[in-house]
């Protein structure tokens, strides 16, 4: 019984370090937004974000969360062409406990990178602080990530200043 009892405290684990997005735990989840009606011509757009998630253990107390999201965008440009490519990069970096409690925190800053083809990225580097909170209780996982970031250097042909 203590064999079944200790497997599935194992399972009730990994499961919710898969759903936690600052785990302590390699992953590599995929997101696939397909926005209807855009532009003029009421076409859709589909962006496809892989978002690979990477520890680091900094010592005893705390881990540094890498979280990056690499979009991959189609757009309608036009009445018939589409645009297609890699977007910007967004890399977060969260400061973690090592040892979580019923809250989860994570303190960092998120960095946009330019790597989007015309059309598709900002073609400007942004910065700025970022914070994640979550719990989980009962199977569920609840929580917010809240981020801004602003331009600091990069092309005035796409936007003139960024700050979301």
């Keep these: ?20 997005p600052i785990a302590s735990l ?4 995929f997101q696939n937004n397909l926005d209807f009606n ?4 009421d076409r859709n757009r589909n962006t496809l974000n892989i978002q690979p998630v990477v520890p680091f253990s900094l010592g005893e107390k705390y881990n540094l969360i890498t979280r990056t999201i690499i979009p991959i965008s189609s757009l309608p440009v036009g009445m018939d062409d589409r645009s297609t490519g890699i977007g910007d ?15 989860i925190t994570g ?3 998120a960095i946009g990178i330019p790597t989007g083809k015309t ?3 900002l073609e400007k580097w942004t910065a700025g602080p970022s914070f994640i909170a979550l719990t989980q209780q009962n199977g569920w996982t609840i929580g917010a990530l809240v981020q801004n970031t602003w331009d600091f250097a990069g092309s005035d042909d ?4 960024v700050n979301f």
Excluded: H, R
């Excluded at 064999?3 to 399972?11: L, R």
């Excluded at 390699?26 to 989840?29: E, L, N, R």
């Excluded at 796409?158 to 200043?161: E, G, I, Q, R, Y």
């Design 1 to 20: 019984m203590a064999q079944a009892d200790s497997a599935e405290t194992a399972s009730s684990d990994l499961a919710n370090k898969i759903q936690n």
């Design 26 to 29: 390699i992953s590599i989840p």
């Design 38 to 41: 855009v532009g003029p011509f």
């Design 89 to 103: 990069i967004n890399l977060s970096l969260f400061l973690t406990s090592a040892k979580p409690k019923k809250l």
């Design 107 to 109: 303190y960092g800053v």
């Design 119 to 121: 059309g598709i990225g």
């Design 158 to 161: 796409v936007v003139s200043d």
